[in-house]
């Protein structure tokens, strides 16, 4: 016998645990569980940046995948509320202690005691299920030209939920894929609730690159992390990286998926920013015009997402790593599409065969013509030059 591949590390899909698979299954419900418990305290730090806490935020989900993620971050929650209680009754009881040493009393004492009492009381955490969705409507999976119509239709929300411009909602999804739910139909209908703030938090990271094992993200252009990376490049005038991205992604066409040499220069695209600039730059192209509230979003980092799911390491969409060298090259191929405006997606024969190398036929027996063809021939997106004498 002899071996056709070596083994390679196992590297199962995540995203498929994310969002696909059964709730039911103890090990996925204890892993979205789990990445839902890793947003809090970034999450605690976005609101206190603004002067907010938890006091004046509702938490929420959207429907329906990301309520065992949601079940998480109010049990962290709520830990979080018990440690915070559990110090302020301290503070109060030493504070007691000493007024009693001190011989002091009266009604001062009395009021700093009903006060410190009434903050521990407000310790809480506010949920609610603000969003209400379609259970037959998924349009995540929809075929393009429906999905847009059918996310106008699929969400509705519970008015009296939320205290107008004062509360900062907070609603936690699976993931952000194209945001163009959010933009098109979520953003919108939490609006009309008048919350101060508006809080989407992922619970899974960016989405920056596209999936070539049969999940529907094939096209880099409808990423949400992608078009915003992009867009930073060419406002910070670095129009040239993406242009050498392409050259190098169109190169690597030509190689046989047996040469295993293949680097996803993808990843150049987001080197000149960290996550915070690239999800600040999503929030403006997912905001709709006229939307009242302030947006922000929060996403899970990669390392939370390992240590939530250890035994799924398959984490492609978020750091280009694939596991196969196909894989490499069809992402490349997906940058290649994206950039000659084809709409095609990047695996299939379809996409395939969109990206072959051009052929070129050269007319004339001259030394121009021998030059030219020669030239041709060193081009990456050539694959064959055919010479043919001319009429003369």
């Not at 603004?50 to 935020?57: E, F, M, T, V």
């Not at 596209?210 to 993200?217: A, L, W």
Request: proline residues 4%; glycine residues 8%; aromatic residues 8%.
């Amino acid at each position: 016998l002899e071996g056709v591949l070596a083994p390679q590390t196992l590297k199962q899909c995540s995203f498929e645990r994310i969002y696909f698979s059964r709730g039911n299954d103890a090990g996925v419900y204890r892993e979205r569980e789990q990445l839902g418990r890793f947003l809090l305290q970034p999450l605690l730090r976005l609101l206190e940046e603004r002067g907010d806490s938890l006091a004046n935020a509702v938490l929420s989900f959207i429907p329906n995948t990301s309520e065992l993620a949601f079940n998480g971050l109010v049990k962290e929650a709520q830990a979080e509320m018990a440690r915070r209680r559990s110090q302020l009754v301290r503070e109060l009881l030493e504070r007691a202690r000493a007024s009693e040493g001190a011989g002091a009393g009266g009604a001062n004492s009395g009021e700093a005691l009903e006060d410190a009492l009434r903050r521990v009381g407000a310790l809480a955490v506010r949920t609610e299920k603000v969003v209400h969705k379609d259970a037959k409507i998924r349009t995540f999976i929809q075929e393009d030209t429906s999905r847009e119509h059918l996310t106008m239709h699929a969400y509705d929300v519970h008015y009296g939920t939320v205290r107008a411009n004062e509360d900062v909602l907070i609603a936690l999804d699976d993931s952000i894929v194209r945001g163009n739910t959010l933009k098109n139909a979520i953003l919108r209908t939490l609006d009309r609730l008048g919350p101060r703030r508006i809080l989407v938090l992922s619970s899974c990271p960016q989405i920056r690159y596209p999936d070539v094992y049969g999940i529907d993200m094939a096209k880099l252009g409808d990423l949400a992390a992608f078009r915003a990376a992009i867009t930073l490049l060419q406002e910070g005038g670095n129009e040239e990286v993406i242009t050498e991205v392409y050259k190098a992604c169109r190169a690597q066409l030509s190689k046989p998926i047996a040469s295993r040499s293949f680097v996803n220069h993808v990843t150049r695209i987001y080197e000149r920013f960290t996550p915070e600039q690239i999800s600040a730059e999503i929030v403006k192209q997912i905001t709709p015009k006229e939307c009242k509230a302030e947006v922000g979003v929060l996403f899970n980092t990669v390392d939370a997402l390992h240590k939530a799911m250890p035994e799924y390491a398959g984490d492609w969409y978020f750091t280009g790593e694939y596991p196969t060298p196909g894989g490499t090259k069809v992402c490349c191929r997906a940058f290649v599409l994206w950039y000659e405006g084809s709409s095609a997606r990047c695996y299939g024969v379809s996409s395939a065969s969109s990206t072959v190398m051009t052929s070129v036929l050269v007319i004339g027996d001259g030394g121009a013509e021998h030059a030219l063809a020669w030239k041709l021939s060193q081009s990456p997106e050539v694959g064959v030059v055919y010479v043919a004498p001319g009429n003369g």
